[in-house]
């Protein structure tokens, strides 16, 4: 497993951008397919974007494609989501997540319950 600190979130206004970060510990970061997810006031958690081991394939919800692209740096351990156009229903905390390694591919990486290593989560709030 790989321990995962999230950073970048806050408050911005309807239409500003945040970039959030997440710094992963271990040498085996390079290996995971990693993925961003969210969890708004009384509702459940859901999948935002994923991103290969490689950083070669991309995958996203219908809700941010378009507006949120997801990168990797495997030489720094750290994931990236930039999230532009922001809407206030985007409002969330947005936690990274290390999806178990015997998965792989979109089916799986849109799967909260495949991940087995995720971060504290870092607030983002969009004002209207």
């Known amino acids: 497993q790989v321990q995962l600190v999230e950073s970048g979130g806050g408050l911005v206004q309807a239409g500003g951008s945040l970039r959030l970060s997440c710094a992963a510990s271990g040498r085996t970061f390079s290996t995971y397919t990693m993925g961003w997810f969210r969890q708004a006031p009384g509702k459940e958690r859901e999948f935002v974007a994923a991103i290969s081991w490689s950083g070669g394939n991309t995958y996203y919800a219908d809700s941010v494609k378009g507006r949120f692209t997801i990168s990797r740096d495997n030489a720094k351990n750290t994931v990236y989501l930039q999230m532009n156009s922001l809407k206030p229903e985007d409002t969330a905390v947005y936690y990274c997540?290390?999806?178990?390694?015997?998965?792989?591919?979109?089916?799986?990486?849109?799967?909260?319950?495949?991940?087995?290593?995720w971060g504290q989560g870092t607030q983002v709030t969009v004002s209207s």
């Open positions: 997540a290390a999806l178990n390694r015997i998965y792989s591919g979109s089916y799986d990486a849109r799967n909260s319950y495949k991940y087995d290593s």
